[in-house]
C-alpha cells in the first residue's frame, strides 16, 4: 500500500487549485477586514444609488 507524499489541492476556485492551508489564510485575511451593520450597508447603498442616477 503506498501513502500519500504530496497534499492533496482543494479545488475551491475552478483553474485554480490551491491547498487548504492557502485557502485558510485567505479566510483569515478576510476576517480582520472592514465589516459594516445591516443600516451602515444600506446606507452606503442608498447613496451610491443617488450618485449613479444623476
Same mark, same amino acid.
Given at each position: 500500500? $503506498? ?16 491547498? =487548504? ?10 476576517? $480582520? ?12 447603498? =442608498?447613496?451610491? *444609488?443617488?450618485? *449613479?442616477?444623476?
Amino acid at each position: 500500500m $503506498k501513502t500519500a507524499t504530496e497534499k492533496p489541492k482543494n479545488l475551491a476556485t475552478p483553474g485554480k487549485p490551491m491547498l =487548504q492551508e492557502e485557502f485558510v489564510s485567505l479566510i483569515r485575511e478576510a476576517e $480582520k477586514g472592514e465589516f459594516l451593520t445591516e443600516k451602515e450597508f444600506d446606507e452606503k447603498f =442608498q447613496k451610491w *444609488r443617488l450618485e *449613479r442616477k444623476k
